[in-house]
Structure formats: structure tokens, C-alpha cells
T-cell receptor, first 110, second 114 residues
Framework: EAQVTQNPRYLITVTGKKLTVTCSQN?????MSWYRQDPGLGLRQIYY???????DKGDVPEGYKVSRKEKRNFPLILESPSPNQTSLYFC?????????FGPGTRLLVL | GNSVTQMEGPVTLSEEAFLTINCTYT??????LFWYVQYPGEGLQLLLK?????DKGSNKGFEATYRKETTSFHLEKGSVQVSDSAVYFC?????????????FGTGTRLTIIP
């Protein structure tokens, strides 16, 4: 089954404690992206990757890092999380028109 | 820049009612247009899409027509069901140097009452 998986699905952490949210896709897609969803703001792009070792900033990259060492994986790293990064995060992948989204990771930073 | 404006929700309808969710956009050139649906506790799923003017996207009884003259992509369904209760997002993309970034509207929550 074609899918994008994310882990963990839910995470509660404290300010400053580094965390990683993993994302994996099994469709051999070159393009992957991270979004955050906040009430009243819709979804906003954080980072994207056009292929292995090629990443670039989206609209709201501050406080986040990504890496793309393998085609299937695109982890999102928060080196020093802050409360304003409390949000619902989605990973997506695409081979053209239309993106496949993961189930989301709900993050609470205390 | 690109932007998408959706009708504010929430929208509550009775089962078998006719649904319209309005969506208008601002973009240079010719974007591709999408409707995504988010069921409770799940990620976004592509519902339908249209890539050029006058195209009609359709899926699961939903339809939307790409209207360049009115810069609109309204979502319609003739007879809604309880299972259609979800949040619906209108979105556009204009691939730029390989970035297929989707620009989303803020979403419209739809509740269908039996």
C-alpha cells in the first residue's frame, strides 16, 4: 500500500529538549515536504526536498532542520523546541501533481 | 504572491442536502488547483484536482470546475452523507524551481446531520 508514515504521532516535550520526527514514504517519490497546521492559518510549508541531499526552506523554516540522506526518509529536527512550535505537523511526498500526506504528528512543547 | 480564500465555516447541513464550498484564488500565471479533505484524526487526502482552465475535477460525488475568469474553484456535491463530515481545504500549486509547495486556504469544517 502506498503511504507516508510519520512517527511519533503524539509527542509532549519540554522547551530546549532536542527531538526528531521521522517521515518515510514507500512510493519512490523524489519530492518531500514538511508542513505545520495551526488554527486559522491553514498549512504552511517548513522545508522541502527535491531529491537526496537537496533541501530548501519553505515559508516558516526558523527553528527547524531537515536532512535527506535517503530517498524514502525526510526527518524533521527541532534542535531546541519552543512553545511556539506546538502544532500539528504533516509530512508529504509527491511525484508530480498532487501530494500524499502522512497522518500527522501532534507536538506539544511545554 | 499566491493566496487562497475559502468560505468561513463551520458549515452544517442535513443529510442529502446540496453542498457548495466557495474557493477563490490569487496567483500569477496558471496554477493547478486542488481540494483536500481531512477526516477527524487523519492526514489530508487529495479529493480532486484540475490543472487548467475549464477542467472539472471529480471524485466520490464531489465536483469542482477551474474557472479562470472568476479565479474560482468551488466544491459541490449534490447529496451529502454523514460520512462527508470533515474539514475541506482548497489549495493551489505553482511549481517553482522544483518546489511543489501547496498554498492552502484556512479550511472549512463540514458537519452533516442525519
Amino acid at each position: 500500500e502506498a503511504q507516508v508514515t510519520q512517527n511519533p504521532r503524539y509527542l509532549i516535550t519540554v522547551t530546549g529538549k532536542k527531538l526528531t520526527v521521522t517521515c518515510s514514504q514507500n512510493m519512490n517519490h523524489e519530492y518531500m515536504s514538511w508542513y505545520r497546521q495551526d488554527p486559522g492559518l491553514g498549512l504552511r510549508q517548513i522545508y522541502y526536498s527535491m531529491n537526496v541531499e537537496v533541501t530548501d526552506k519553505g515559508d516558516v523554516p526558523e527553528g527547524y532542520k531537515v536532512s535527506r540522506k535517503e530517498k524514502r526518509n525526510f526527518p524533521l529536527i527541532l534542535e531546541s523546541p519552543s512553545p511556539n512550535q506546538t502544532s500539528l505537523y504533516f509530512c508529504a511526498s509527491s511525484a508530480g501533481q498532487g501530494q500524499y500526506f502522512g497522518p500527522g504528528t501532534r507536538l506539544l512543547v511545554l | 504572491g499566491n493566496s487562497v480564500t475559502q468560505m468561513e465555516g463551520p458549515v452544517t447541513l442535513s443529510e442529502e442536502a446540496f453542498l457548495t464550498i466557495n474557493c477563490t484564488y490569487t496567483a500569477t500565471g496558471y496554477p493547478s488547483l486542488f481540494w483536500y479533505v481531512q477526516y477527524p484524526g487523519e492526514g489530508l487526502q487529495l479529493l480532486l484536482k484540475a490543472t487548467k482552465a475549464d477542467d472539472k475535477g471529480s471524485n466520490k460525488g464531489f465536483e469542482a470546475t477551474y474557472r479562470k475568469e472568476t479565479t474560482s474553484f468551488h466544491l459541490e456535491k449534490g447529496s451529502v452523507q454523514v460520512s462527508d463530515s470533515a474539514v475541506y481545504f482548497c489549495a493551489l500549486t505553482r511549481p517553482n524551481f522544483g518546489n511543489e509547495k501547496l498554498t492552502f486556504g484556512t479550511g472549512t469544517r463540514l458537519t452533516i446531520i442525519p
